[in-house]
């Protein structure tokens, strides 16, 4: 693994923190709640009012109040307030990254159900992907152990096939512990050492084959296949509040900026100490978002939060989308990755995400921009064209958030309001028809006219003016992203409002974006989510609000919130329910 | 699909002498030996089996059953293409799922006739209208319920397959972290058996397990691997939570049933014979009967006894180009039309459809002879779906087959019940206790029921 050797700067120097933005901001947000009342059931800010631990006791504040390791340096200490301990499976993606990391480049498959953090944590399994997950350790442990210089490369050392070998030994701590990410204590030892030796046995006597086995199932085992966090308590006496250990703290570091397992400098800080103190965290933080690793690793964020993965299974109607082939969907993810990586990474400003012009596209890609090449093989950065700008307009996000034929206005701002502002709209009355009325073809309506119709009931209207006039704005593209002038033959008219400030199209209406502070508030809450694998308890505000002001204070700097996360209580500390004490 | 020639029995002990010789303290094998061996030599009854066909948006509530009650029903109108195995199917009509309607219909239906219970709403669901993807089953499915009593021993616990897409592509995601939308073999909540769709793929899991010959050292190898993980997996199971450790437990029992498929010894019934692979059908309804006669030989083999077949899904919004029923042509997917158009001769020739596409699945197991019978004598497969009408999500009459004489345990010839407006579930129930599981009751909540439907038990 490498390292560019001096961390970039990442905390937002104040004097450039955008005061006129974030009074703008917060502006926005009073104006969201007022508007809010005149939905039926009321719009929620936020939403895990339900979710998660229901504990709100603060009482392992007094019980950490003495460890001046914890509070020593940090200023912004609050309560420590978290959420759940427990088992977090590994995502396909993390499986394989993982994989790859223990042993070297191996052809480790993805595998798995449960491909979101949040999804992961809850999910389990059952026997096809255990059979899975054994296919896949036999398969890469044989692969490399059939090669007699990779083996070596990797063990440093020829095992003997006795169950007290040192080489067996000193592979199985070393490669263990980067495989449960944790060390071996001596039971775990003795009982692999002891299966490398009865599988050599068995095998004819070959110890590389012994090794081989023992490997593949330190792959198997549920200590790598999830990650453990269980903390232990601070206090004795209140066993409901635990403060993650440093290598529960690596796995939760690595995990959310690179997607895979700690490396070994880091499992060394956790074995020296240095990560139960905030102050020891935020170095090992620098390090890893310096590496090129952090690229992958933080973009992970947004593949979940935006469902990025359905590109890689795209399905459209081809005949009413020529534009359709079995390879954009690819195209356009790995476009939204580049665009994501280019405004919150390279310019560590998440709000030029939704303004941006810069896209990057292969020539077919190119070709659904109406844009004139011609084109390098791979990804060409480009400026797109005036008819787009920022996030809402990019083709995979209006592919991904419209049906296999045609558009839903209403879904789209349903899934904006969702996804992007972490609002909730309540789903309609159960006795009112999801469908819109088909219009005959002798009087063709947009879909705007379709949805005045639909809406002229009050009761209607005040949930669907939050939905609406985002989806309508973006009604310019088709369901995959292509720009059009006309529906059914009609103009479109994109304009429209957004919490009662009005924008012409959507160009204007990714402004808007930019200055909205639920857009902002709602990317820290994706990545509280995302860093913990479940939603937020009501009783963590104080960990979003802290999230929040580190992004808004840094000029909407990502790295700044997640360092500010890193080094809160919701990330270090957790809560056991009652009923969940061992 | 053709039967090649029989596998003699000797050779289908593959590993038992091997397995002797070299297994030296692998405790697993030695349980294998002992008691699935013994079962055989001693020439105790053959098993009996369990199977679940379901489809997805049911059928028209007024006009699916029979006209009389009884014996002798007649299979004619929606029923009609159960003709041909009428003698073998019981048709239960007029039961209601008591769903309390808060969630979206089709889940509440599957999820309450499967697993007798209300959805679980994952704790990320914040009230946006698509619950669909977020809810999943209150507990386990009645084929697992039956799983834990019938097949502990067999390679195969269940065979969970899918003839059609399941709804939900995206299922896993941030968007989808629920999993009763799409799947209906539930170990647990959040926990599913993701079914296998492509018949060449479960022929190939099958009847590997078929080659003659001893059982090789590497099984032996991998299995002791195994061994080493049920360790770890015991060791951190003590430092858990309840939620954790009900999952993990799931784990070490997919563990535990993929050790005993490692070094399975299969010694299945006269009728067990080797098929040839039948390939991916592009036809739905060839796909379907080439499942079916791949089940009919695992059941004899005894690879399984429990079956879990989804035709199509919960709201299932696939085309049926067989029958000629395509969005295309019909301007949007089925189950939209028949939201539209309501119980019109489109919708009506699907619905007869899905009938005759159960009635494939009985005839499949009725056509392997076995002990002097049919693999189906054997077997109970209860046939429904998620709702009772897929146009207006009907929850009475709903749609209930059971196939099979379940060992003598099921009146046969087949007859027509009503249950007159009782708990739909007492059927799922009946087909329980119909294959000797231990159970005194079914479901939770408003759908827990401890009756058997009246006369459909010998």
Known sequence: MEFSPEPAPRRADPKQTSAAATQLGRLALTLTWALTLACYQGLEQGDGDDAGATSTSTSAATGDSGDSGDSGDDPQAIAPVAGPTGLRLLTPTQYRNSVIDVLGEVAAPAVGQWRSSIAAAQGGVAVATVEDYEEAAIAVTAQLFADPEARLLLTGCEPAASPDDPCVAEVLTSLGRRAWRRPLVADELARYGQLAADVAQLLGGDPWLGLQHAVAGLLQSPNFLYRVELGAPTDPSDPLHVRLDGYELASRLSYLVWNTTPDDALLDAAAAGELDDPAGLSPQLDRLLASPRARDGVLQLFVDMLDLDVLYALQKDPELLPAFTPTIGLAMREELLRVIDDTVLQQRDYRRLFDTRGGFVDAELGALYDLPGPFEPGFNPVTLPDTRGGLLTLAGFLAINSGEASTSPTMRGLTIRRILMCQTIP???????????????????????????HVSDPLCASCHQFTDPIGLALEHYDALGVYRLTDRGLPIDPSGDLDGKPFPDAIALGGLFTEHIAVGDCLVRNLYRYATGHVEDPALAPVITLLRDSLVDSGYDLTAAVDALVRSEGFRYATRSPEDLP | MTLSKPIPRRTLLRGLFGASAVAVGLPLLEAMLDSHGEALADGSPLPLRFGVWFWGNGTHPLAWAPQTQGPGWEAAGLLAGLAPVKDAISVISGGTLPVLKKNNPHVEGAVGILAGGNPLLHPSFSGQSNDWDFLTVSGPSVDQIAAAHLAEKTPFRTLALAVTPVHTAD????????????????????????????????????????????????????????????GDASALRGRLGKNDRARLDLHLEGIHELQGRLTAMVMGGEACMMLSDPGNPESERLRARAMAELVAMAFACDLSRVVSLEFSSPASHVDYPDIGITGTGLGTSFHEYEHQKGYDANVLKGLAYFMELYGDFVAALRALPEAGGTVLDRSCVLGTSDVSGGWDHAMNDFPLLVAGGAGGALVQPGVHISLAGGNACRVPFTCLKAVGAPVDAFGSDQFATSEVVPGLLT
Do not use: C, W
């Open chain 1, 427 to 453: 789903p309609p009355p159960p006795d009112v028809a999801p469908e819109l009325p088909e219009p005959g073809d002798d009087t063709p309506m947009t879909k705007r006219e379709l949805l005045q119709l």
């Open chain 2, 171 to 230: 299922a896993g995601s941030n968007n989808a972290p629920g999993t009763a939308i799409s799947y209906i073999s539930h170990p647990a909540p959040y926990v599913f058996n993701p079914p296998i769709m492509d018949p060449s793929e479960l022929f190939a899991k099958l009847f590997n397990l078929l080659k003659p010959g001893e059982l090789e050292p590497s099984a032996i190898a991998r299995a002791k691997v195994l061994d080493a993980v049920r």
